[in-house]
């Protein structure tokens, strides 16, 4: 008998194949005359004379990477004063930063809860969320969507440590979640709310504070925020905010954090300028809102079924998983790169279109786009 341990593989790769649920890497080129609607560059600094800039001196400056863990020698000045700044420009006590939103995700639902704890997680929530429930050994509920009353329900059926978790702004929808409603019961059952403001920081609130601080909720005893560096600030990594005694913890606690090489001296040095940037130029919030708010009513005005977006996100409904990855496939042929969502990453199995606003792309650029989508939209 020959010896073939993967040959699983070949059936499970046949059974995608069957499903049109092949996923392919596109090495995307340093310069194109593509119009891109699918990254999450919302501010458009990535790059950005001073963001690269940052980078470059920082790899100069502290080498091309981080050389080991926080704990050990993967600390830097500038982790130090970006995870300072990033505290007070969002509201909160103290932050910490990881080599990514999904470690800060993890590094924080496994910290903050375990085996004898609740995890009351929304329908939504991302994919590292949901892997965070999983590592954290929890007991998990999954509630329906951007539902308060299911979670204060579910955190009721629970004595002991609790914790209820959420997207500020869901990636897939672009929808924001009803955050004071969920901040009020938690407070109500004496838990603690987790919220992932990846899609918020940069769009949401005064000068781009987030979706916490819109709330009115930033620098809350009972509210921890997770956010990444990869989306308005232009670079790379993720970090963790809410009061000094829970970072404190995780430092000594969190797995994704201890026992992860730091986050690269460049990408430190390029989230902090786009910080900074951010802190100098906030009008990018507003506008990266309204060049959303504008692809919205013209896809609409199209025929188009649009959702409303809440934040930077717009969504467009497909006929059919088929119909998605053949219309994404016909913009990228006309020159507009979109992104496209499909059962199994979308939860409730419809099937759509996801374009991105950003505060760099002209009403020339936004017409462009929406005709493209329109032109190439299937039938029926």
């Known amino acids: 008998m020959s010896y073939a341990p993967f040959d699983w593989i070949d059936d499970a790769a046949r059974r995608r194949a069957d499903a049109g649920l092949v996923r392919t890497l596109r090495p995307r080129p340093a310069e194109t005359a593509s119009l891109d609607l699918a990254s999450n560059d919302y501010l458009g600094l990535t790059r950005h004379p001073e963001v690269t800039g940052a980078a470059a001196e920082a790899a100069r400056r502290w080498g091309g990477g981080a050389t080991g863990s926080r704990l050990v020698t993967g600390s830097t000045d500038l982790h130090a004063e970006l995870e300072r700044e990033l505290a007070e420009f969002c509201g909160f006590e103290a932050a910490l930063v990881l080599s990514s939103g999904y470690a800060a995700n993890l590094a924080a639902l496994t910290a903050l809860t375990g085996r004898d704890s609740l995890i009351v997680s929304d329908a939504g929530n991302h994919a590292s969320i949901v892997d965070g429930c999983r590592l954290s050994r929890a007991g998990t509920v999954v509630v329906p969507h951007s539902d308060p009353d299911a979670v204060r329900k579910a955190l009721r059926t ?124 906030p009008e990018r919030t507003g506008r990266v809102r309204e060049v959303a708010a504008g692809l919205y009513g013209r896809l609409t005005a199209a025929g188009l079924a649009a959702v409303r977006p809440d934040a930077a996100v717009v969504s467009v409904r497909a006929p059919s998983a088929d119909a998605a990855v053949r219309w994404a496939a016909d913009c990228r042929a006309e020159g507009v790169v979109v992104g496209c969502f499909r059962p199994p990453s979308v939860p409730d199995g419809v099937s759509r279109l996801r374009l991105t606003a950003r505060a760099d792309l002209t009403d020339e650029q936004i017409a462009v786009a929406v005709e493209t989508v329109r032109r190439t939209a299937p039938v029926g």
């Open 158 to 281: 629970h004595e002991g440590r609790a914790l209820a978790v959420t997207d500020s702004v869901f990636s897939v929808d672009g929808d924001a979640a009803p955050l004071p409603a969920l901040a009020a019961a938690c407070r109500a059952e004496g838990a603690a709310l987790l919220v992932d403001d990846a899609h918020g920081l940069g769009v949401l609130g005064e000068g781009g504070r987030g979706a916490l601080a819109a709330a009115g909720l930033a620098g809350d005893q009972g509210v921890v925020a997770t956010l990444t560096l990869s989306k308005s600030l232009g670079s790379q990594g993720g970090a963790v905010l809410g009061p000094a005694r829970v970072i404190e913890h995780l430092v000594n606690t969190a797995r994704t954090f201890i026992f992860d090489t730091g986050l690269a001296p460049a990408a430190a040095g390029a989230a902090l300028a786009g910080l900074r940037l951010l802190g100098r130029e």
